[in-house]
């Protein structure tokens, strides 16, 4: 079974400070990916990797960074946390490129006062 | 870029009937169409796809209709149980990778399986 962690689990932030949402995988995928999700909006793409030291932007990039350090390893950056980036995010990750399953974390809720 | 649209942002069916979601795209180059489900606070996970080369694909209760033409696809659950009660996200894929790997999801169904 595929293995995708999300740490924190939930966070509460502050506006205008740095969150930092880190995802780890154990399946040895070559892809990572970035979503939110809001109510009406469904999930949204933020980043995604498809190589360690390497990220592309997806959907919706503004206000975000990521990072990937490792083929294991996928953050997600909120260098000036903004009230509207309030929201739960989900990280996932798959073998060989988006028309592969894609294996989702149990995602982190983060609210920005 | 591609879009998806679901068209049902709500389903109510009673047990043992059928539910049927549908979806549209709006890139002809897309081949590749996922369906994930999410269960009350949980996170999503797949259920089944298809891929252009085919226009029907079953998994037990499951089937995923495709009609390339209209760009049009659906998904068919058969004898609704309480357990199939979640939402239903549909998505579509044009790329096979590299830096244009992108997953464009619609905006969910949520169904409800009455018994």
């Known amino acids: 079974e595929a293995a995708v962690t999300q740490s924190p689990r939930s966070k509460v932030a502050v506006t205008g400070g740095k969150v930092t949402l880190s995802c780890h995988q154990t399946?040895?995928?070559?892809?990572m990916y970035w979503y939110r999700q809001d109510t009406g909006h469904g999930l949204r793409l933020i980043h995604y990797s498809y190589v360690a030291d390497s990220t592309e932007k997806g959907d919706i990039p503004d206000g975000y960074k990521a990072s990937r350090p490792s083929q294991e390893n996928f953050s997600l950056i909120l260098e000036l946390a903004s009230l509207s980036q309030t929201a739960v995010y989900f990280c996932?990750?798959?073998?060989?490129?988006?028309?592969?399953?894609?294996?989702f974390g149990p995602g982190t809720r983060l609210l920005v006062l | 870029g591609e879009k998806v649209e679901q068209h049902e942002s709500t389903l109510s069916v009673r047990e043992g009937d059928s539910a049927v979601i549908n979806c549209t795209y709006t890139?002809?180059?897309?081949?590749?169409f996922p369906w994930y489900k999410q269960e009350a606070g949980k996170s999503l996970h797949f259920v089944i796809d298809?891929?252009?080369?085919?226009d029907r694909k079953q998994s037990q209760r499951l089937i995923v209709l495709l009609d390339k033409k209209a760009k049009r696809f659906s998904l068919h659950i058969t004898a609704t149980q309480p357990e199939d009660s979640a939402i239903y996200f549909c998505a579509a894929s044009p790329n096979s990778g590299g830096s244009n790997a992108k997953l464009t999801f619609g905006k969910g169904t949520k169904l409800s399986v009455k018994s």
């Open positions: 996932a990750s798959s073998d060989w490129g988006p028309q592969d399953t894609q294996y």
């Open positions: 399946n040895n995928h070559d892809y």
């Open positions: 298809i891929r252009s080369n085919v």
């Open positions: 890139d002809t180059a897309s081949s590749y």
